[in-house]
């Protein structure tokens, strides 16, 4: 199974999120992407199964109950909504590439929150980067074993 990037921006190694339960892979395993704008789209086809109260994080559930986090910036969750639009609430079918979420990423700069943005598969499967340096929206960002 492919994930897709659900943001255009450069990849990450996960130990340079400045966020130990991310950097530690606590939650799960991945890459994180230093966003180039706010538009966010599904990492997976399937349902929105988690929207964060506030839009600043989302998990996908896909076929054979593969989970992803997107999770927009760290600490955001302390913003309670501000700067973020939710295209697509819980529950919701959904196609890799579709625009879920929509982030005010110069707005949030602006205030100093930390955009780094982890993509974490959270349903325990085994991962593998597909991505290196920048890598655009929609585009392959991890390998899913099964």
């Known amino acids: 199974m492919i994930v897709v990037s659900p943001m255009s921006g450069r990849v990450v190694h996960l130990e340079d999120v400045p966020d130990e339960v991310f950097a530690r892979r606590i939650v799960g395993d991945g890459v994180a992407i230093d966003p180039e704008s706010g538009e966010v789209v599904a990492p997976i086809a399937g349902r929105v199964a ?77 991962v593998t980067p597909a991505a290196a340096g920048r890598v655009v929206a929609g585009q392959p960002l991890l390998e899913v074993d099964r």
Do not use: M, N, W, Y
């Open 50 to 126: 988690k929207l964060f109260v506030g839009g600043h994080g989302v998990v996908v559930e896909g076929d054979g109950g593969v989970q992803v986090l997107v999770h927009v910036g760290i600490d955001t969750v302390r913003l309670r909504g501000r700067g973020f639009t939710v295209l697509a609430g819980e529950g919701r079918l959904v196609e890799a590439g579709e625009r879920i979420l929509c982030a005010d990423v110069e707005g949030l700069r602006a205030e100093g929150v930390e955009l780094l943005s982890p993509v974490l598969v959270i349903s325990g499967q085994r």
